[in-house]
């Protein structure tokens, strides 16, 4: 039987979501991480994708200072860094050094991405919409790195834990 039910058990039950690590440039010139399930592919043609962070997080102080950014969808090797990535904000620390999280730099592209990922989109944020307690970012897509070999982590049981998905066949 169909109950009403909360947006939180809404989460809770669309799960695997999607997981990617966010890197944006503090204004120090180091780089910030953070764990994220809330983006999607907005357009093709030019690429476009679309990120929506909390209002209270330090990553929407650092696009908004520095619209470029990396997001990377990590693989198994990273399965507790990366989680740990989501449960503490960089305004005060470096996540990167403490999670020893590996980061890579393409020449072309100001922010580092996370080594080892399944896919690295470059992106620029062009524009920011509020919506309520968080903000939707609609960001231009520069350049993707793509690696089959790397399985991808999905937030299980809402985004209580990190996992591959078990239907997931290696190429
Ligand atoms: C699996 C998982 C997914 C998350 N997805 C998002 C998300 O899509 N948007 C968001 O604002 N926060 C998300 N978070 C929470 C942020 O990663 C967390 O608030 C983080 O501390 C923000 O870091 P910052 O202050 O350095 O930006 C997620 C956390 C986890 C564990």
């Known amino acids: ?9 809404a989460q809770k039950l669309s ?5 990617a690590l966010l890197t944006t440039r503090k ?9 994220l399930s809330w983006w999607t592919y907005l357009s093709n043609h030019p690429a476009a994708i679309g990120i929506c962070l909390s209002n209270k997080g330090y ?11 990396s997001l ?6 990273l399965q507790n860094s990366a989680f740990q990535c989501g449960t503490c904000s960089g305004r005060q620390r470096d996540k990167v050094k403490e999670l020893s999280i590996p ?3 393409h020449p072309d592209f100001p922010v ?16 920011a919409y509020l919506v309520h307690d968080h903000t939707f970012y609609l960001c231009d897509v520069k350049q993707i790195l793509g690696d089959d070999t790397i399985l991808a982590l999905f937030a299980q049981h809402g985004y209580a834990k990190l996992d591959i998905v078990s239907t997931e066949i290696p190429s």
């Not at 990377?72 to 090797?77: A, D, E, N, Q, R």
């Open 1 to 9: 039987m169909q109950k009403i039910i909360t947006i939180a058990e």
């Open 103 to 105: 980061l890579s730099q």
């Open 27 to 35: 204004p120090d010139g180091t780089t910030n991480i953070m764990a």
């Open 59 to 69: 990553s929407g102080t650092c696009i908004k200072a520095n619209p470029f950014f």
């Open 15 to 19: 799960s695997p979501n999607p997981f």
């Open 112 to 127: 580092p991405y996370v080594t080892g990922s399944r896919i690295a989109f470059s992106c620029e944020m062009c524009s």
């Open 72 to 77: 990377s969808l990590p693989g198994i090797k």
